[in-house]
């Protein structure tokens, strides 16, 4: 009994990895059961996936797809031609997305078209901003799914409030954080770049499209980052997209622009930064549980539970109002937020019991939604 777990983009492969060693925690129970780790290869540079891999301890994937870059609809079009040629070879019982990125939906598609139930781990987060493709993905990809895993109450209410049938969604918790909370002790102990000292300098992430594909957009934003350098020394982790656009970038002295790092080594900048300025969707989860401060540079979230609970704080991208949430940052003691529930180190865990309990024969208790078998 085969079961397709698919990743295709840096952050999938921290949250497929606890699923699937609950899954292969469990073959004990259900000796045929084989989980599979399928690779879209949408990012396939060395540091933007096999890094990942070795330091998440994740096998070689079984099957890789190769996919690569293009437009959306080129991208999405080549995973789905692909996965579907695989799901025909190997007839999985159930194929497993994660997050929001093209191959998400496009693996989905391609399943469910070919009557394979599909599970989405991180369903029914929304940013209601459907400029975002991120924000179409999770729509169309829960949409269509038959078991819908959330990481917290308010994704749960989202497609409650869009008609998902309760049986479908499943809260069971965060399985980024069940690989940050693994493999945290080990980040820590990295040695820090550039003679940094811990809590002495700031981490910055930028990839969005509507914050680096513009010059003017993304130069207003190093507007702003040139003034926080002036305050406290930056390391800025290149993304690709990113990278391909920063030749006409002025940069000030205290912004440390590096190449894309590994999960390890991220972790451990991340961990022990004084702040992290960002447009990631997982970065904001994970500098919650860090209590490290986050400024969202983006007008919205799909994560909002991080500003209530966490230390996020979404702050658009006008330089003044970057810099003045900055100062607020650091005038403030460090957090001492509480953390969400069930962001505990166990999603992967709780996920695999709801998942074995249907592929074992139990799938009325599991789920009843319309489109499982
Ligand atoms: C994708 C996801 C986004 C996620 C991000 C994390 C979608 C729609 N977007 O955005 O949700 O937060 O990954 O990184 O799925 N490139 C390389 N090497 C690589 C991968 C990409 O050079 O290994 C280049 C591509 O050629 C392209 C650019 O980076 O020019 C963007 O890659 P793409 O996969 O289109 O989307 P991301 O911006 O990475």
């Known amino acids: 009994m085969k079961v397709f777990i698919v990743a295709g983009a840096r952050p999938n492969f921290m949250k497929v990895a606890p699923l699937l060693e609950a899954l292969h925690a469990r073959r004990e129970q259900i000796p045929e059961l084989q989980p599979l780790l399928v690779h ?49 070879e190997h007839n999985p019982a159930l194929v497993v997305v994660v997050g929001d990125v093209n191959s998400t939906l496009a693996c989905a598609i391609s399943a469910k078209k070919l009557g394979i139930p599909v599970a989405h781990v ?20 829960d ?37 940050l909370r693994k493999h945290l ?30 010059p003017a957009t993304l130069q ?12 406290i020394p930056v390391v800025f982790p290149t993304h690709p997209r990113t990278a391909q656009r920063m030749d006409a970038i002025q940069l000030n002295d205290g912004v440390r622009v ?51 609970q966490g230390t996020n704080s979404v702050v658009g991208t006008e330089p003044k109002q970057v810099l003045q949430a900055m100062l607020r940052v650091l005038n403030a003691p460090p957090p001492n937020n509480r953390l969400p529930e069930k962001w505990d180190g166990h999603a992967g865990e709780r996920i695999a019991d709801v998942l074995l309990a249907w592929l074992s024969g139990d799938r009325i208790s599991a789920t009843t939604g319309t489109g499982v078998p």
């Open 40 to 88: 879209t290869g949408q990012h396939y540079d060395v540091q933007m996936s096999e890094n990942f891999l070795r330091d998440l301890g994740l096998p070689l994937p079984d099957i890789y797809l190769g996919a690569g870059s293009g437009s959306h609809a080129e991208q999405t079009a080549r995973i789905m031609i692909a996965f579907e040629k695989a799901c025909i």
């Open 258 to 308: 590096i190449e894309p790092l590994g999960y390890l080594a991220f972790l451990g900048l991340m961990a022990r930064a004084r702040l992290v300025l960002t447009d990631s969707g997982g970065i904001q989860e994970e500098t919650t549980v860090l209590r490290v401060p986050c400024l969202t540079l983006r007008h919205n979230t799909e994560r909002p539970i991080t500003c209530e």
């Open 185 to 214: 002790s080990r980040a820590a102990a990295e040695p820090l770049p550039f003679g940094l000292e811990a809590g002495i300098y700031a981490l910055l992430t930028l990839h969005r499209p509507s914050n680096v594909d513009e």
């Open 220 to 231: 207003r934003l190093f507007d702003a980052i040139n003034a926080i350098a002036a305050h």
């Open 122 to 141: 991180e369903a029914g987060l929304r940013s209601r901003d459907m400029s975002m493709p991120e924000e179409i993905n999770r729509l169309c990809t």
């Open 143 to 179: 949409v269509i799914s038959d078991f819908l895993f959330t990481t917290d109450e308010l994704a749960g209410a989202n497609l409650l409030a869009e008609g998902c049938a309760p049986e479908r969604i499943h809260f069971v918790g965060n399985t980024m954080i069940d690989s």
